[in-house]
C-alpha cells in the first residue's frame, strides 16, 4: 500500500513528463506581439510555390497579410524553457509573402488554355482560405467574363513583366536601405563597409533581388526570368569609377623587395642563387649595453685558469 507522500511523487512526476513532452513538441515563434493578440490570427499549411512541399503560412485577417514561417536551424542548439531543456534549437521566423505567388503554380497549372473564375480555383482545403487575401489576378492573367465572376486565364507575357518590375522594385529597396549585396554579405552585416551604395555597380542589386524572388517560382520561369535581365556570366565588383583590381595595384606593395631581378629558367623553375635577403639593421646599443661591453674587453673567461702551465 503506498503511503500519501508517494502518490504526490508519484503525481509530480507524471506532472513534469507531460510537461517536458509538450515543450519538446512546441516550437519557437519570433513575430510582432499585434499579431499574437489578434484572435483572427492562424497558420495553415500549403504546398510550396517553388517546389511543392508542405510549408507554414500566417494570415493575419486583420490587416490582409500573408507570412511564410521560415525556419532558422543550426547543429548543437538547444533551447531553456523554465525547468526543461527542449532538444531542437530551431526558431521560427515570419516574413511577408505576397499571395500571388501561393497560386501561381496552381493559375499555369489549370488555367493555361482556359479561364476559371478564382472561387472554383481555389476551392481546394487551404486555399480556401487566402481566397479573401486575394483582390485580383490582373498581373499574371487574362479577366474572362463579368468582373463579378472573377474568371481567369493565365498570361504568360503578363507574369513574366509583373516578375521583372517586382525584381527591380526590390533591388531599389536593397539598395535605399544599405544592405550588402556583394561578396562578403554575411560578414558585412557585423563590418562597417569602405563603399557606399552608389559605388556598386546595380546589376549586383538586381541579380541579388533576382534570387530573393526565384525563392517563389517554379524552375521554369526562373530561367524564363533570367533571360530577360541578361546577366553577365562573371559580374566583376565596381569601386567609384575603377576597378577592385586596380584599386588594389595602385596601393603600396608592403612586401620587401629584392635588389635583384628574379631569373626563371627552362623549366619555369625560379633561380634563388640570385636572390639577396634584406640586411637586418643592428639596434643601437644602449648606455648600459656600451658600459658592460667595455668592462668586459679586459677581462678573462673562467677556463682560462683551469689551462695547463707551460
Not at 497579410?65 to 532558422?72: A, D, G, N, Q, R
Not at 530561367?223 to 576597378?243: A, H, I, T, Y
Not at 639596434?283 to 658592460?292: G, S
Amino acid at each position: 500500500m503506498s503511503t500519501r507522500s508517494q502518490k504526490k511523487s508519484n503525481k509530480a512526476a507524471n506532472t513534469t513528463v507531460v510537461h517536458n513532452k509538450r515543450v519538446e513538441n512546441s516550437w519557437i515563434l519570433l513575430a510582432k506581439e499585434s499579431l499574437l493578440e489578434n484572435s483572427n490570427f492562424n497558420i495553415i499549411t500549403l504546398p510550396h510555390p517553388a517546389h511543392g512541399k508542405p510549408a507554414k503560412y500566417c494570415l493575419d485577417v486583420r490587416h490582409k497579410k500573408i507570412f511564410e514561417v521560415v525556419t532558422f536551424n543550426e547543429p548543437h542548439r538547444s533551447w531553456f524553457i523554465g525547468e526543461t531543456v527542449k532538444s531542437d534549437g530551431s526558431i521560427q521566423m515570419m516574413t511577408p509573402v505576397n499571395p500571388v505567388f501561393l497560386v501561381l503554380p496552381r493559375l499555369k497549372a489549370q488555367c493555361s488554355s482556359r479561364a476559371i473564375p478564382l472561387e472554383d480555383l481555389l476551392s481546394e482545403k487551404g486555399f480556401d482560405k487566402v481566397f479573401d487575401f486575394i483582390d485580383h489576378l490582373d498581373n499574371v492573367a487574362d479577366s474572362k467574363g463579368s468582373a463579378d465572376l472573377k474568371a481567369y486565364k493565365y498570361n504568360e507575357d503578363k507574369t513574366l513583366s509583373w516578375l521583372e518590375e517586382r525584381v527591380r522594385k526590390l533591388a531599389k529597396v536593397l539598395r535605399a536601405k544599405n544592405i550588402h549585396v556583394t561578396s562578403g554579405a554575411v560578414s558585412a552585416t557585423f563590418i562597417t563597409s569602405n563603399a557606399g551604395n552608389g559605388a556598386i555597380d546595380e546589376e549586383f542589386y538586381l541579380k541579388y533581388a533576382f534570387g530573393v524572388i526565384s525563392e517563389y517560382l517554379e524552375d521554369q520561369l526562373v530561367k524564363q526570368l533570367e533571360e530577360k535581365f541578361k546577366f553577365k556570366p562573371d559580374l566583376v565588383e565596381s569601386v567609384g569609377n575603377k576597378r577592385k583590381s586596380e584599386v588594389d595595384s595602385n596601393e603600396k606593395n608592403k612586401k620587401i623587395k629584392c635588389d635583384a631581378s628574379l631569373d626563371e629558367n627552362k623549366n619555369g623553375l625560379m633561380d634563388i642563387s640570385k636572390l639577396k635577403t634584406p640586411e637586418k639593421k643592428l639596434k643601437p646599443l644602449t648606455v648600459k649595453e656600451k658600459a658592460r661591453q667595455k668592462a668586459a674587453s679586459g677581462s678573462k673567461t673562467i677556463s682560462s685558469f683551469f689551462t695547463k702551465k707551460q
